[in-house]
């Protein structure tokens, strides 16, 4: 099956080439970025001699001759325009960017006006240990953030037993590759190098998501207050959740039944690392309390679970393709 690569220029569009260059079914037929003219070795110069594919200008129409399905490593607001054109033309979007992740109102409050109202209530939320029906059937996924990708999987399974009315926090740690190749001065090697700090608290755009699905999903309205912390490293992210069980209950039973039929969630019997899942799609869990203090640790790959993998993943299922395959499941150890 041809799938086309469109935003081959960040990090999230290498780690897809990289991927689907040994992927046993889809073949990349198809990269572009914004401008074109050059072959995806100088874009990357880390592809040289592994492939060798001219980088388009981004075009609906030529997509749609060459590719069956398209991935798209684009910003919001752009990526919609042009995930409207290829569902128009009949081809199938994976889209990274944030477009169509939340319902109307959530992301235009947090966002910007939304140019492609239609194709929202078609979006299926890539999260694959609870969307699975639904994207074996879908056109369109909405691939999650990375933050909540972290998050919910640490966290539904535990919703039930949660104390919604007390406080729920969640303090998430990220490497500098989540912020993009764009020059930032949170991102200089002499401001992030040694050196730790909280971005956005309160206000980051992933709590919203975080919250509007812990209700979709699981039927419970709460406050989720969500910190996320840079951390002076390439890839990686490490979630903590704090909350207030309402009852004693048996975690290490609940979380393993969660996901006791999951490919890519993995339960730890020690705190969770970042090396562990670096270069994976693996989700590391362990949970602990302490009476009815709950705490939930949880470890992905920022660029890969938390994107370009769990894109793979999505598109596997889109396609009626087992989950698994083509998925990076080795750790960049050590």
């Given at each position: 099956?041809?799938?086309?690569?469109?935003g081959?220029?960040?990090?999230?569009g290498?780690?897809?080439?990289?991927?689907?260059?040994?992927?046993?079914?889809f073949?990349?037929?198809?990269?572009?970025?914004?401008t074109?003219?050059e072959?995806?070795?100088?874009?990357?110069?880390?592809?040289?001699d592994?492939?060798?594919?001219?980088?388009?200008?981004?075009?609906?129409?030529?997509?749609?001759?060459?590719?069956d399905?398209?991935?798209?490593?684009?910003?919001?607001?752009?990526?919609?325009?042009?995930?409207?054109?290829?569902?128009?033309?009949?081809?199938?979007?994976?889209?990274?960017?944030?477009?169509?992740?939340?319902?109307?109102?959530?992301?235009?409050?947090?966002?910007?006006?939304?140019?492609?109202?239609?194709?929202?209530?078609?979006a299926?939320?890539?999260?694959?240990e609870?969307?699975?029906?639904?994207l074996?059937?879908?056109?369109?996924?909405?691939n999650?953030?990375?933050?909540?990708?972290?998050?919910?999987?640490?966290?539904?399974?535990?919703?039930?037993?949660?104390?919604?009315?007390?406080?729920?926090?969640?303090d998430?740690?990220?490497?500098?590759?989540g912020?993009?190749?764009?020059?930032?001065?949170?991102?200089?090697?002499?401001?992030?190098?040694?050196?730790?700090?909280?971005?956005?608290?309160f206000k980051h755009?992933?709590?919203?998501?975080?919250?509007?699905?812990?209700?979709?999903?699981k039927?419970?309205?709460?406050?989720?207050?969500?910190?996320?912390?840079?951390?002076?490293?390439?890839?990686?992210?490490?979630?903590?959740?704090?909350?207030?069980?309402?009852?004693?209950v048996?975690?290490?039973k609940?979380?393993?039944?969660?996901?006791k039929?999951?490919?890519?969630?993995?339960?730890?019997?020690?705190?969770?690392?970042?090396?562990?899942?670096?270069?994976?799609n693996f989700c590391?869990?362990?949970?602990?309390?302490?009476?009815?203090?709950?705490?939930?640790?949880?470890?992905?790959?920022?660029l890969?679970?938390?994107?370009?993998?769990q894109?793979?993943v999505?598109?596997?299922?889109?396609?009626?393709?087992?989950?698994?395959?083509?998925i990076?499941?080795?750790?960049?150890?050590?």
């Amino acid at each position: 099956m041809n799938v086309a690569i469109i935003g081959a220029s960040g990090y999230t569009g290498l780690e897809l080439i990289k991927i689907l260059i040994n992927h046993p079914t889809f073949n990349i037929s198809y990269i572009a970025n914004s401008t074109g003219e050059e072959n995806v070795q100088e874009l990357h110069p880390c592809l040289k001699d592994v492939i060798d594919v001219e980088v388009s200008k981004a075009d609906a129409n030529e997509v749609a001759k060459v590719a069956d399905l398209a991935f798209l490593a684009l910003p919001h607001k752009t990526s919609m325009s042009f995930a409207k054109e290829l569902l128009n033309l009949g081809v199938k979007v994976v889209d990274l960017s944030a477009d169509y992740r939340l319902e109307l109102e959530t992301y235009e409050k947090h966002y910007c006006p939304h140019e492609d109202k239609e194709h929202i209530k078609d979006a299926v939320y890539g999260l694959p240990e609870y969307y699975k029906e639904e994207l074996k059937s879908s056109k369109l996924v909405a691939n999650p953030g990375c933050f909540p990708t972290a998050a919910l999987l640490a966290l539904f399974p535990f919703i039930d037993y949660i104390d919604t009315n007390a406080q729920i926090f969640i303090d998430a740690k990220t490497g500098m590759s989540g912020a993009g190749k764009g020059l930032k001065e949170i991102t200089h090697f002499g401001h992030l190098n040694e050196n730790c700090h909280a971005y956005n608290p309160f206000k980051h755009r992933h709590m919203p998501e975080i919250q509007e699905k812990v209700k979709l999903v699981k039927g419970v309205d709460c406050q989720i207050n969500f910190v996320p912390h840079l951390l002076p490293i390439t890839r990686g992210m490490l979630v903590s959740v704090f909350a207030t069980l309402k009852e004693d209950v048996d975690v290490n039973k609940v979380l393993e039944e969660a996901y006791k039929d999951s490919a890519f969630v993995r339960i730890r019997n020690t705190p969770v690392d970042l090396k562990s899942t670096a270069g994976t799609n693996f989700c590391d869990i362990f949970v602990e309390t302490n009476e009815k203090a709950l705490f939930v640790n949880s470890s992905i790959d920022n660029l890969l679970r938390g994107a370009s993998s769990q894109a793979v993943v999505n598109a596997n299922l889109m396609c009626g393709l087992d989950e698994e395959e083509g998925i990076p499941i080795i750790a960049y150890v050590p």
